[in-house]
Each structure stands twice: as structure tokens, then as C-alpha cells.
């Protein structure tokens, strides 16, 4: 990577996954945790959810992706992936919040783990009720 080269950084989060994200100028490379999107992402609809923002903002072959991604499951890291792209797009070109914005790549997904409640098997579920 040269010295004069610009990056642009950005955090996704989505459930318990967190994600660094750095765009660099490049090829089109896309590395998660030091692997290949592809190979990282054992489903295509994973990695084509990471690499959704770039798609939508069509500036797919432009950037070459460095993620450091930690917690969660597999689909959350996409999910979480794809937000912090969309983060460091908005750093390279203010004027892609519409399309990103509108494509729904901007909006953090706010849902959660519910907690599991004393006295319960689980978050919602009850023992079974027993007349007698």
C-alpha cells in the first residue's frame, strides 16, 4: 500500500458483530479477516450482502475492502460488513447518503438478543401449564 493513498474507514455493527472496515483504492479485492469474501462467507448470499453498498453506489471494482470483523454469527457479520462499508462510503462521497440512505445500507438493524427472564425456560417461553 503507498504512503500517498487514501483510506476510508468505517464501523458496521448488527447484533453482537461489530465490524472495522477500511476502503482503500484498488482492484476490487475483498478481504474479511484475512480471507477472500468468498471463502470467509461460506454462502453466496453472505458475501453479496457485504458487498451490497458498492453495488448500489457502483463503485464495486474501485475499492479494495479490508474488514476485521469479531462476534456473532455469519449472517450478522454480513450484516455488519455491509454497514461499515456503507459508513466509509459516505467518507469518500457525501453525495452517495441518498442512494445508500435509500437502499437502506445506512440504518443499523436495531434488533437484539431479548434477554431470558428468572422463572422461564427462555426469553418468552413459559414451563407448561399443569391443572393438576
Avoid at 41 to 58: I, Q, V, Y
Avoid at 69 to 79: H, K, P
Avoid at 86 to 91: H, N, P, V
Wanted: charged content about 30%; glycine content about 10%.
Amino acid at each position: 500500500m503507498s504512503a500517498d493513498s487514501t483510506v476510508y474507514l468505517g464501523t458496521g455493527r448488527r447484533k453482537t458483530s461489530t465490524a472495522r472496515v477500511r476502503l482503500v483504492a484498488g482492484s476490487g479485492k475483498y478481504l474479511a479477516n484475512d480471507l477472500s469474501f468468498d471463502s470467509y462467507f461460506k454462502h453466496d448470499n453472505f458475501s453479496r450482502r457485504a458487498a451490497a453498498p458498492l453495488t448500489t453506489a457502483d463503485v464495486k471494482d474501485k475499492f479494495d475492502v479490508i474488514a476485521n470483523i469479531a462476534g456473532g454469527g455469519t449472517s450478522a457479520q454480513a450484516g455488519a460488513v455491509a454497514h461499515g462499508i456503507a459508513r466509509a462510503l459516505l467518507k469518500f462521497n457525501a453525495e452517495l447518503r441518498v442512494t445508500l440512505k435509500k437502499a437502506g445500507h445506512l440504518t443499523r438493524d436495531p434488533r437484539e438478543k431479548e434477554r431470558k427472564k428468572p422463572g422461564q425456560p427462555g426469553a418468552r417461553k413459559r414451563f407448561q401449564f399443569s391443572k393438576r
